[in-house]
């Protein structure tokens, strides 16, 4: 199993979503900012290292907000989910085709990649 992480940043109401490249697996879809972690790392330290490298901000990362295991048909992922602000920077598209700050109620017009949709239903219910 891989373990990946995320970041789940809000700023006046809205949360951060970013768009996959198209050359990457699961294309054009819309996801929290974050990747793998690489071996030696914690995952706090890969959230802090993937935030710098896909969109060029500092992140103070903070409690767990949700967990999830899936398996996709090429890999199977342990996602969590953190808390995290912006320290330093205004995000950049360094990675991704594209970003977005949403709210809540906006989330039915994006899609999502598979791993996220069970986050998805716990952010609608709880935040």
């Known amino acids: 199993m891989v373990e990946v992480v995320a970041a789940l940043i809000r700023r006046n109401g809205k949360f951060l979503i970013c768009r996959r490249p198209p050359d990457k697996s699961r294309a054009m879809l819309w996801e ?3 990747g793998k972690v690489e071996k030696g790392e914690t995952k706090e330290v890969a959230l802090i290292r993937e935030c710098r490298e896909e969109l060029d901000i500092d992140i103070k990362v903070g409690d ?3 967990e999830v295991i899936h398996e996709y048909p090429d890999i199977r ?3 969590t989910l953190f ?3 912006i320290l330093n ?3 950049k ?3 991704h085709s594209d970003m977005k700050w ?3 109620s906006e989330m039915c017009n994006f899609e999502f990649c598979p791993a996220d949709k069970e986050i998805l ?5 709880n935040l």
């Open 32 to 34: 929290f900012v974050g």
């Open 64 to 66: 767990i907000f949700y």
């Open 77 to 79: 992922i342990h996602l």
């Open 83 to 85: 808390n995290a602000e």
């Open 89 to 91: 920077g205004e995000p």
């Open 93 to 95: 598209l360094l990675e």
């Open 102 to 104: 949403i709210d809540k």
């Open 121 to 125: 239903e716990y952010i609608r219910e």
